[in-house]
């Protein structure tokens, strides 16, 4: 039976009858696995090195700024450069990082500063990386499966989320923290391999932009994406929520490898599991998201409320199974709210500006680090890791009751109906490529006629039926 065959019969994976996309899905489940390797087994070499929850803070912000600060450049770059080359080069790029800190800490030659210049590359690999690799996935199995395969490469992080904590705290356990990264330098092998191995024939490439090479192209070409992002509600939602919710709640790498140390009392294998059962209750999420299939905005919010609800209770505790059983719904809570929003940001978006607004939702999403792990890491510092866990989780239930005020004021808060949403962008694609020019500068459009009760496409607003 053929790989489209088995897939068939089951709803929840149609987008894996796409090859492109099972090369990519199957590639990115091995290397996530590694990259939560690194992700802890780095926190619990900071600490070992500094003790410092702040300066987790400060590792987490100089692996994330680059995204903050480039984060909306990686989206121009993701609409304007074919991106099945550009993911290999980045890849590549973050493959070759993790093997020089494996080198590093082997070879006890590690210091606190080189593991923030890694971290610092790798985020300006990350920058490009984020949104070419979500824009990418339109073009391995279009507008009709683009919900299922999102919930998909959800479930394959979360399922990275629970193998790679696991056995990163075992490995550093039995042999040394540097075996951690060495695993996952190897691991890039299989993704790269992926990529390498897709049928070009077999994607379907975005028109794209001409790549900006003025200064004043450049700030035309990311007020496009940020003005439409603004004057689509359902896109605000999306970004908004989980900008700040992360901002707040979702500094697991700073706040949980000292809060498994000082208040559980527990080590590096703690720690693992901690995170490994957030990334049980991701996993469970994500596959509902992709078996559920139709879109529901609502998710985005209650994911954020039910994720600090659940990280305010873990600030009050000390038993390791009631953490566990915390840290489990908050994982849930988590990838609801950012699965759902990235979802509904995927079917809201015309193909010219979908770089561009997934930029904008990467870096509220990843580039938010910086400002939340350095002043959470200075609250745990402060106050208690603890204290730290509580406030941000009160923060993140205000943002969910907050916007979800707003959303249901402006009658945002109803499932969305895929199809038709997707057959309305296609549309006004056709239509960009008749009336809009693509020059060295933003697209510009024919018709800005504003009608009431639409969705913005790019420039052009389409009815609402």
Known sequence: MSPTRAVAGLDGFRALRHRNFRLFWFGQLISLVGTWMQNIAQGWLVLTLTGSPFMLGLVA????????????????????????????ATQTASMGLAFLLAFLTLTHT????????????????NAVDMPTRQAFVIEMVGREDVGNAVALNSAIFNGARIIG???????????????????????????????????????????????????????????????????????????????????????????????????????????????????IGSLLAALFIA???????????????????LEVALGFTRSMPLALACMFGTGAGSISMAAMANTTIQLNVPDNLRGRVLAVYA???????????????A????????????????????????????????????????LPQAERHEAADRRLAGDVAVVDGPVRAADREPQADGVVVGVVRVVDR
């Open 61 to 88: 912000a100089a692996q994330f700024t680059p995204i903050l600060v480039f984060g909306l450049f990686g989206g121009i770059v993701a609409d304007s450069l074919p991106k099945r080359p550009t993911l290999i």
């Open 110 to 125: 590690v210091q606190v500063w080189q593991v923030l210049v890694i971290a610092l590359a790798l985020g300006f690999a």
């Open 165 to 279: 904590p696991a056995v990163a705290g075992l490995a550093i356990g039995v042999f040394d923290i540097g075996v951690a990264f060495l695993l996952n330098g190897l691991s890039f092998i299989a993704v790269i391999v992926g990529l390498l191995a897709m049928r070009p024939s077999e994607l379907n490439p975005a028109r794209r932009v001409a790549l900006p090479r003025t200064a004043r192209a450049v700030v035309d070409n990311l007020a496009e994406g940020l003005r439409y992002v603004r004057d689509t509600p359902l896109v605000l939602l999306a970004v908004g929520v989980v900008g700040l919710v992360s901002t707040v709640a979702l500094n697991f790498g700073v706040v949980i490898p000292a809060f498994a140390r000082d208040v559980l009392g527990t080590g590096a294998s703690g720690y693992g599991f901690l995170m490994a059962a957030a990334g």
């Open 291 to 309: 078996f559920r299939g139709r879109p529901d905005p609502r998710v985005i919010v209650g994911g954020a409320i039910v994720l600090g609800t």
């Open 363 to 377: 870096t509220v999403f990843a580039g938010s680090t910086p400002i939340g792990g350095l002043a959470f890491g």
């Open 379 to 418: 609250l745990a510092d402060a106050a208690g890791v603890a204290v730290s866990i509580a406030v941000g989780g009160a923060i993140a239930v205000a943002v969910g009751v907050v916007a979800g005020i707003w959303a249901w004021r402006r009658g945002l808060l109803r499932p969305l109906s895929a």
